[in-house]
């Protein structure tokens, strides 16, 4: 009894593994991710974000615009912006291993460009979820995604203690958004 149990825990786990496991795409002309700088401080790191989710993001919005978006376009869009924020996140892994960056830091600018990429994803991804077509390879990414960007908040807090308290004052106008795309881990996080 208690082995079936086991079994069936194990089994839950494997299936939620296999239907967010992703397949990476060739990427077509023009929807690569920007190239990044090596980082040399945690400000350069958001910097990089930032590019890389200006090159990306417009091409999700205009999918989204113009109706044509499905899991097809979508799905390869969503991976590279996983990509962006779990590079983003190694980077930051990698300055809290050494202990920090070594240089000061604006803690009220910095939230300022952590809100800002934050508030243009979950615009950007509620106007996805509110075609109400269905995306199913999308939903498990975004799911991924949503992991991720959770990740690289605890990592910048790990660093810049009281940074997620000024990134949540800016995102309070967003809040609601977050609550309807499903995003409970990162209100979580932020404590809204």
């Known amino acids: 009894m208690f082995s079936s149990r086991i079994v069936s825990f194990f089994l839950v786990f494997l299936t939620l593994g296999l239907v967010t496991y992703a397949n990476p795409v060739a990427a077509a002309g023009g929807n690569e991710v920007a190239k990044r700088q090596q980082a040399d401080s945690i400000e350069a790191v958001f910097a990089n974000l930032k590019a ?17 978006a499905n899991d097809a376009n979508v799905a390869p869009l969503i991976t590279q912006l996983t990509d962006a924020f779990s590079t983003a996140d190694a980077d930051l892994t990698a300055f809290n291993a050494k202990g920090g960056d070594g240089k000061p830091h604006n803690k009220d600018e910095l939230a300022k460009v952590i809100a800002g990429i934050l508030i243009v994803l979950v615009k950007i991804i509620n106007k996805l979820l509110l075609l109400g077509i269905k995306l199913p390879i999308v939903g498990g990414l975004l799911l991924t995604l949503q992991i991720i960007v959770n990740k690289l908040l605890l990592s910048v807090e790990l660093l810049l203690a009281g940074i997620l308290k000024l990134v949540a004052i800016l995102l309070v106008d967003v809040a609601l958004l977050l609550k309807s795309i499903s995003w409970g881990l990162v209100l979580a996080t932020l404590g809204l």
């Open 52 to 68: 890389s989710t200006d090159s990306i993001l417009p091409q999700l919005d205009a999918l989204v615009d113009s109706g044509s």
